[in-house]
C-alpha cells in the first residue's frame, strides 16, 4: 500500500477536515479536526481497501505554546500490509473533549483512560472513563506542562556546576 493511495483517500473522504499532512519518521501522519476524528478512524478500519485494523497505541500529547495544546496521537497497524499510520488531532484546555474510539477497538480503554488520567483529555462516550494509575482526589494532571522544571526558590544549587 502506497502513501498516495491513502492520502487520496482519505482526501477525498475528508478534504478540509484534514489539517495536516506529513511523512517524516518514514510514518505518514495526519492531523484531523476534533470532530471527525472518529469518523475518520472509523473509516480507517472499517474500509476494505484500508483496513488500519490494530490500534498499536494511543496517547496524549501537550504543547502548552499552541492555540491548541492538548492533544491525542492514534498509532494504527494494517497488518496486511504492513502499513502504519499516525492521526493527531488537538483541543482546546477550556474544552478538552474527544469521541472516544473504544467502540472501535476495545484496547482503547485502557489507553483513553491513561491519557485522561495523565492529561485531562476527556473521551467522549467512554464507558467507564476514571482515573487509573493516580489516585481520584488529585486535581491536577502531571504529565502537563504547567509547572516550571525546576523549583526558582530553591537556594542550595548553583547554576555555574551545571553550565548554565
Not at 484500508?50 to 492555540?67: E, K, Q, S, V
Not at 491548541?68 to 500490509?81: Q, R
Amino acid at each position: 500500500m502506497e502513501n498516495s493511495f491513502i492520502i487520496d483517500k482519505l482526501y477525498k473522504a475528508f478534504g478540509q477536515d484534514i489539517l495536516k499532512m506529513d511523512t517524516s519518521s518514514d510514518i505518514l501522519a495526519f492531523t484531523v479536526a476534533c470532530p471527525v476524528i472518529h469518523e475518520v478512524i472509523c473509516f480507517l478500519k472499517e474500509n476494505e481497501n484500508m483496513n488500519f485494523n490494530f490500534l498499536t497505541d494511543l496517547c496524549g500529547i501537550h504543547y502548552p505554546d499552541r492555540g491548541l495544546p492538548l492533544g491525542v496521537v492514534y498509532h494504527l497497524h494494517n497488518m496486511a500490509e504492513n502499513k502504519r499510520l499516525r492521526i493527531k488531532t488537538f483541543v482546546t484546555l477550556n474544552d478538552p473533549n474527544i469521541p472516544t474510539v473504544t467502540d472501535l477497538f476495545s484496547s482503547a480503554n485502557w489507553m483513553e483512560r491513561e491519557t485522561y488520567d495523565f492529561y485531562g483529555i476527556v473521551f467522549t462516550g467512554h464507558p467507564n472513563l476514571k482515573r487509573i494509575l493516580n489516585v481520584e482526589y488529585m486535581d491536577f494532571f502531571p504529565m502537563r506542562k504547567e509547572y516550571p522544571l525546576e523549583d526558582p526558590t530553591r537556594e542550595d544549587k548553583d547554576d555555574r556546576y551545571f553550565g548554565r
